[in-house]
T-cell receptor
């Protein structure tokens, strides 16, 4: 389909390992967002890209979290030296540029750190 | 205090009932508002945008009250398939990032 695509759907890693989560936004969507959703909570903002520029990374919880979107399309969220508290669903969303444009979400990656 | 607050519920209502959810926001600079629906273990899906004049889409009505800083969602003639978590969203006027509420769980009972 033409929606936001995320991979992998599920990821299990041992504490201390590095992980990389991928997001393929809707074609033509300039804006891309990453959110973290803990069980029973609403999604929490992590970072925002407009094309390849990372304009807001205020939600990244620590310097172990890093996101990039080098060509303004696919984005990768990397978590280094994972900790158990990183276990969550990571959601990617994309939208057209501009105010009031709704964001469209991918299925998310469910990350479990053992 | 969270920027966007919702009653987590759960709201258990019989089929055919009318149910209303409210959501308050603290950032008066928020410009855009939405309701999203999230089924268990699924991604949030846009239900409707919320406009100052209020808007309706079939059985769903959304309203925004800027003076009191709340938005509401009304569901008429509830269906079993309406059972889900409803997420209230405020859009940051600068970066357009979403500020989500914790969600309100609705269960429609046969």
């Amino acid at each position: 389909g033409a929606g936001v695509s995320q991979s992998p759907r599920y990821k299990v890693a041992k504490r201390g390992q590095d992980v990389a989560l991928r997001c393929d936004p809707i074609s033509g969507h300039v804006s891309l967002f990453w959110y973290q959703q803990a069980l029973g909570q609403g999604p929490e903002f992590l970072t925002y890209f407009q094309n390849e520029a990372q304009l807001d990374k205020s939600g990244l919880p620590s310097d172990r979290f890093f996101a990039e979107r080098p060509e303004g399309s696919v984005s990768t969220l990397k978590i280094q030296r994972t900790q158990q508290e990183d276990s969550a669903v990571y959601l990617c969303a994309s939208s057209l540029q501009g105010r009031n444009q709704p964001q469209h979400f991918g299925d998310g990656t469910r990350l479990s750190i053992l | 205090r969270k920027e966007v607050e919702q009653d987590p519920g759960p709201f258990n209502v019989p089929e055919g009932a009318t149910v209303a959810f409210n959501c308050t926001y603290s950032n008066s600079a928020s410009q855009s508002f939405f309701w999203y629906r999230q089924d268990c273990r699924k991604e949030p899906k846009l239900l409707m945008s919320v406009y100052s004049s209020g808007n309706e889409d079939g059985r769903f009505t959304a309203q925004l009250n800027r003076a009191s800083q709340y938005i509401s969602l009304l569901i008429r003639d509830s269906k079993l398939s309406d059972s889900a978590t409803y997420l209230c969203v405020g859009g940051d006027s600068g970066t357009y990032k979403y500020i989500f509420g914790t969600g309100t769980r609705l269960k429609v009972l046969a």
